[in-house]
């Protein structure tokens, strides 16, 4: 029989210093923090070229359960913690421009009510540039110390958000702000089985569903299998049919499955096990 169990989300990737865009060969720390047993946890990224890569294989330096990276423009991508059984933590977007121009902002979510500064900085001196600051592409206000800051965030404030100076436009980076009611952020996508059964025949058909608040269009399901084989639905097995995917079931299918969005957000994962 074929059985599948819901998995938490058990790691979340930590960064410092905690921003989205770095300029060329600063460093940056990326942690696994891991309830229980870390030692199977690493950080994997997959770059804006789509190479998918994790940490001490050409790029970084794994120390501990953290990744040392010194980085540069073919750095930009997303990073998140993975396990070895296809466990995934949170996702973060870090952005290396080519450019002289980078805005500091969070890369990890902030709460409402946090106060945030998010700061236009030159690589050269003077870094303290009158700056002009744009969410979603609508202007703000400019600032002459080339800082803005918001006392106080609320959902509202969540966004796009660029820099430019005199000096050069910074890349735009996402502010993400978690509702205070919220006890923990929710992901924002969930692996829903049906039959919603723990044991499945061989040739049986299972049907995994993104369900996604907002738009579904960029979400598909991803599996990794236990023989550590990583694929997407539609490619050499299930069937595709809108954000779904129906899978006829065989103990090589045996993983750990879950939805994926193309800037590398993740859903719960869900364990489905074969016997032979």
Same mark, same amino acid.
């Not at 050269?124 to 965030?153: C, H, N, Q, W």
């Not at 899978?247 to 016997?275: D, K, Q, R, T």
């Given at each position: ?41 690493? $950080? ?71 106060? $945030? ?18 969410? *979603? ?46 006890? *923990? ?35 598909? $399901? ?55």
């Amino acid at each position: 029989p074929l059985s599948f169990s819901v998995l938490s989300n058990p790691a979340s990737l930590s960064v410092s210093p905690d921003r989205s865009q770095f300029f060329k060969y600063e460093s940056v720390s990326l942690s696994c923090e891991v309830q229980g047993n870390s030692a199977r946890w690493r $950080v994997v990224r997959n770059t804006t070229r789509g190479n998918l890569s994790e940490c001490n294989t050409d790029w970084g330096k794994q120390q501990g359960s953290s990744c040392n990276v010194s980085l540069t423009p073919s750095h930009s991508g997303v990073y998140w913690c993975e396990s070895g059984s296809g466990e995934h933590s949170n996702a973060v977007n870090i952005t290396v421009p080519a450019g002289a121009v980078i805005l500091e902002s969070p890369a990890l979510p902030v709460t409402e009510g946090d106060s $945030v500064t998010l700061r236009c900085r030159y690589q050269e001196t003077p870094s303290d540039l009158t700056a002009v600051f744009y969410k *979603d592409g609508s202007l703000i206000r400019a600032e002459s110390s080339g800082e803005m800051t918001i006392p106080a965030v609320s959902k509202s404030d969540e966004g796009l958000y660029k820099c430019s100076s005199s000096k050069g436009e910074s890349p735009e980076s996402w502010m993400t702000v978690t509702d205070l009611s919220l006890s *923990d952020l929710s992901p924002p996508a969930s692996l829903s089985v049906s039959p919603d059964r723990s044991q499945f025949f061989k040739y049986e058909s299972v049907s995994l569903s993104c369900e996604v608040q907002g738009n579904s269009a960029g979400w598909r $399901v991803v599996r990794n299998t236990s023989r550590g084989i990583l694929s997407e639905c539609n490619t050499d097995w299930g069937k595709q049919q809108g954000s779904s995917c129906v899978v006829s079931l065989i103990p090589s299918y045996s993983g750990v499955y879950w939805c994926e969005s193309g800037s590398g957000e993740h859903s719960n994962a869900v364990n489905i096990s074969g016997m032979k």
